[in-house]
Protein backbone atom coordinates (compact mmCIF):
# COMPACT_ATOMS: atom_id res chain seq x y z
CA UNK A 1 0.00 0.00 0.00
CA UNK A 2 1.17 3.22 -0.91
CA UNK A 3 2.46 5.54 2.39
CA UNK A 4 -0.26 8.41 1.70
CA UNK A 5 -3.05 5.88 0.43
CA UNK A 6 -6.17 6.11 2.69
CA UNK A 7 -7.35 2.86 3.75
CA UNK A 8 -11.27 1.87 5.01
CA UNK A 9 -12.32 3.49 7.86
CA UNK A 10 -14.15 6.47 9.85
CA UNK A 11 -12.75 10.08 9.42
CA UNK A 12 -13.30 13.84 10.14
CA UNK A 13 -13.00 15.56 6.48
CA UNK A 14 -11.63 19.20 6.11
CA UNK A 15 -11.18 21.90 4.14
CA UNK A 16 -7.11 22.89 4.28
CA UNK A 17 -9.22 26.66 3.48
CA UNK A 18 -10.87 26.68 6.92
CA UNK A 19 -9.33 27.39 10.23
CA UNK A 20 -11.74 25.49 12.54
CA UNK A 21 -14.14 23.05 11.82
CA UNK A 22 -15.23 20.11 9.29
CA UNK A 23 -17.15 19.58 6.41
CA UNK A 24 -20.67 16.98 6.56
CA UNK A 25 -23.77 17.14 6.62
CA UNK A 26 -25.74 19.46 8.51
CA UNK A 27 -27.49 19.18 11.94
CA UNK A 28 -30.48 20.41 10.95
CA UNK A 29 -31.59 19.11 7.95
CA UNK A 30 -34.95 18.06 7.32
CA UNK A 31 -36.31 14.34 7.89
CA UNK A 32 -37.16 13.70 4.27
CA UNK A 33 -35.22 11.04 2.27
CA UNK A 34 -34.07 13.77 -0.44
CA UNK A 35 -30.61 14.24 -0.74
CA UNK A 36 -28.40 16.38 1.62
CA UNK A 37 -26.02 19.11 0.94
CA UNK A 38 -22.58 18.10 1.74
CA UNK A 39 -21.02 21.79 3.88
CA UNK A 40 -18.90 23.16 6.15
CA UNK A 41 -20.25 22.79 9.41
CA UNK A 42 -20.21 25.15 12.50
CA UNK A 43 -16.66 24.91 14.99
CA UNK A 44 -16.28 22.01 17.67
CA UNK A 45 -19.53 19.85 15.86
CA UNK A 46 -18.52 16.42 15.82
CA UNK A 47 -20.75 13.23 15.72
CA UNK A 48 -22.41 11.33 13.13
CA UNK A 49 -23.39 14.47 10.96
CA UNK A 50 -19.44 15.33 10.93
CA UNK A 51 -17.91 11.77 10.70
CA UNK A 52 -17.28 10.10 6.83
CA UNK A 53 -16.62 6.28 6.47
CA UNK A 54 -14.05 5.88 3.71
CA UNK A 55 -14.29 3.07 1.94
CA UNK A 56 -11.48 2.48 -0.09
CA UNK A 57 -12.14 0.30 -3.72
CA UNK A 58 -8.42 -0.05 -4.98
CA UNK A 59 -7.06 1.95 -7.89
CA UNK A 60 -7.10 4.99 -5.84
CA UNK A 61 -10.44 5.04 -6.14
CA UNK A 62 -13.28 5.57 -2.90
CA UNK A 63 -16.83 5.15 -1.56
CA UNK A 64 -16.99 8.55 0.70
CA UNK A 65 -20.41 8.57 2.68
CA UNK A 66 -21.27 11.71 5.15
CA UNK A 67 -22.81 10.38 8.08
CA UNK A 68 -23.22 7.09 6.39
CA UNK A 69 -24.58 8.01 2.72
CA UNK A 70 -22.93 7.83 -0.30
CA UNK A 71 -21.70 11.03 -1.82
CA UNK A 72 -22.30 12.10 -5.39
CA UNK A 73 -22.63 15.31 -7.59
CA UNK A 74 -26.30 17.65 -7.92
CA UNK A 75 -25.79 20.57 -9.82
CA UNK A 76 -22.28 21.30 -9.56
CA UNK A 77 -22.54 20.33 -5.52
CA UNK A 78 -21.63 17.48 -3.24
CA UNK A 79 -25.03 15.72 -1.62
CA UNK A 80 -25.36 12.22 0.32
CA UNK A 81 -27.94 10.39 -0.84
CA UNK A 82 -30.19 8.34 1.41
CA UNK A 83 -31.97 6.36 -1.06
CA UNK A 84 -31.24 2.81 -1.69
CA UNK A 85 -31.32 3.35 -5.10
CA UNK A 86 -29.08 7.11 -5.47
CA UNK A 87 -25.70 4.67 -4.94
CA UNK A 88 -23.30 7.56 -5.11
CA UNK A 89 -20.11 8.08 -7.10
CA UNK A 90 -16.77 6.46 -6.28
CA UNK A 91 -14.42 9.32 -6.27
CA UNK A 92 -10.37 9.90 -7.14
CA UNK A 93 -8.24 10.68 -3.94
CA UNK A 94 -4.95 11.50 -4.57
CA UNK A 95 -2.44 12.75 -2.21
CA UNK A 96 -0.68 15.89 -2.86
CA UNK A 97 2.35 18.14 -1.31
CA UNK A 98 1.42 21.20 0.27
CA UNK A 99 3.36 23.22 2.41
CA UNK A 100 3.50 22.21 5.97
CA UNK A 101 1.46 19.59 5.49
CA UNK A 102 1.56 15.82 5.15
CA UNK A 103 -1.32 14.28 3.97
CA UNK A 104 -2.97 16.91 1.79
CA UNK A 105 -5.84 15.43 -0.75
CA UNK A 106 -7.55 16.25 -4.11
CA UNK A 107 -10.97 14.96 -4.44
CA UNK A 108 -11.75 14.41 -7.99
CA UNK A 109 -14.60 12.76 -10.10
CA UNK A 110 -13.88 9.63 -12.21
CA UNK A 111 -13.12 11.62 -15.01
CA UNK A 112 -10.25 13.97 -13.40
CA UNK A 113 -11.43 16.81 -14.36
CA UNK A 114 -12.57 18.38 -11.95
CA UNK A 115 -13.13 17.96 -7.99
CA UNK A 116 -14.35 19.46 -4.45
CA UNK A 117 -13.94 22.96 -3.65
CA UNK A 118 -14.98 24.44 -0.77
CA UNK A 119 -16.14 28.20 -1.99
CA UNK A 120 -14.44 31.08 -0.50
CA UNK A 121 -16.78 32.62 2.71
CA UNK A 122 -18.91 35.87 1.55
CA UNK A 123 -17.61 38.16 3.90
CA UNK A 124 -20.05 39.36 6.96
CA UNK A 125 -21.76 36.13 6.78
CA UNK A 126 -22.31 32.52 9.23
CA UNK A 127 -23.90 30.63 6.05
CA UNK A 128 -22.11 27.44 5.91
CA UNK A 129 -20.54 26.53 2.79
CA UNK A 130 -21.78 23.67 0.42
CA UNK A 131 -19.55 21.84 -1.24
CA UNK A 132 -19.04 22.17 -4.95
CA UNK A 133 -17.56 20.15 -8.06
CA UNK A 134 -15.19 22.55 -10.81
CA UNK A 135 -12.59 22.26 -12.86
CA UNK A 136 -9.44 21.90 -10.37
CA UNK A 137 -6.68 24.80 -10.51
CA UNK A 138 -3.05 23.75 -10.55
CA UNK A 139 0.39 25.79 -10.43
CA UNK A 140 2.66 24.85 -13.11
CA UNK A 141 5.25 23.61 -10.27
CA UNK A 142 7.07 20.74 -9.95
CA UNK A 143 5.34 19.16 -7.79
CA UNK A 144 2.19 20.58 -8.51
CA UNK A 145 0.43 23.13 -6.16
CA UNK A 146 -3.39 23.19 -5.58
CA UNK A 147 -5.14 26.53 -3.67
CA UNK A 148 -5.81 24.84 0.02
CA UNK A 149 -9.79 25.46 -0.71
CA UNK A 150 -9.05 22.60 -3.42
CA UNK A 151 -7.41 20.33 -0.73
CA UNK A 152 -8.60 18.31 1.96
CA UNK A 153 -7.93 16.58 5.26
CA UNK A 154 -8.97 13.13 6.83
CA UNK A 155 -8.25 12.68 10.10
CA UNK A 156 -8.97 8.67 11.22
CA UNK A 157 -11.26 8.77 14.36
CA UNK A 158 -11.76 4.92 14.34
CA UNK A 159 -8.71 4.34 16.12
CA UNK A 160 -8.45 6.77 18.61
Known amino acids: MAQHELQSGIYLLTSL ?6 VGRDEKEDFSLQ ?4 ESLPPGLRGQRASWIVEA ?9 AGGAPTGEIDHKV ?15 KHRVFPGQDTAYTIERADER ?3 VLPEKEPYTQANLGVEIRPLIVQP ?5 YPPNQLWKFIRIDRE
Open 79 to 93: FAFLKEEQKGEDWIV
Open 114 to 116: SGW
Open 35 to 38: PKKV
Open 141 to 145: SEPPR
Open 57 to 65: LGKGRYKLK
Open 17 to 22: SLSDGF
